[in-house]
Nanobody, 129 residues
Framework: QVQLVESGGGLVQAGGSLRLSCAAS????????MGWFRQAPGKEREFVAS????????FYADSVKGRFSISRDNAKNTIALRMVSLKFEDTAIYYC??????????????????????WGQGTAVTVSS
C-alpha cells in the first residue's frame, strides 16, 4: 500500500501561481511513477502531469505545458507541481497518484488514470477570473 497526501491548494487570482505537494508513505517511493490529475465540477478526471520513478522523464497535458512543472524528491518521498500563469479553467480538485514503475510498459500509460493504483484525497485549486 502507498498512502498519498496532497497539500498546497487554495484560492488564487488568474495569472497567479501555486505549488502543490504530495507526500508518499508506505513503500519504496523511488519504485513508483507519480502523477497529477485533476477533476473540475461536472467533468471527468483528466491527466495533468507525470514523472518517471527516477525523475528524469516528465509528461504534461497540452493544456498545461509551459505553465506547470512536476518534480520529485526521492529522498523526501515527495512530488510537487509548480503552477504559474493560472487560468480560470485550471480550477479543479487536484489528485496525486502513484503506480509501480514495473507496470508501465508503454509510454501511453503515463497519461492514463486507470494505470495508477494509488490516489490521494485531493486538494482544491480555485482560480478567480
Amino acid at each position: 500500500q502507498v498512502q498519498l497526501v496532497e497539500s498546497g491548494g487554495g484560492l488564487v487570482q488568474a495569472g497567479g501561481s501555486l505549488r502543490l505537494s504530495c507526500a508518499a508513505s508506505g513503500r519504496t517511493f523511488s519504485n513508483y511513477v507519480m502523477g497529477w490529475f485533476r477533476q473540475a465540477p461536472g467533468k471527468e478526471r483528466e491527466f495533468v502531469a507525470s514523472i518517471t520513478e527516477s525523475g528524469t522523464g516528465t509528461f504534461y497535458a497540452d493544456s498545461v505545458k509551459g505553465r506547470f512543472s512536476i518534480s520529485r524528491d526521492n529522498a523526501k518521498n515527495t512530488i510537487a507541481l509548480r503552477m504559474v500563469s493560472l487560468k480560470f479553467e485550471d480550477t479543479a480538485i487536484y489528485y496525486c497518484a502513484a503506480a509501480p514503475a514495473s507496470t508501465f510498459t508503454s509510454a501511453t500509460f503515463y497519461f492514463r488514470a486507470t494505470r495508477y493504483d494509488y490516489w490521494g484525497q485531493g486538494t482544491a485549486v480555485t482560480v478567480s477570473s
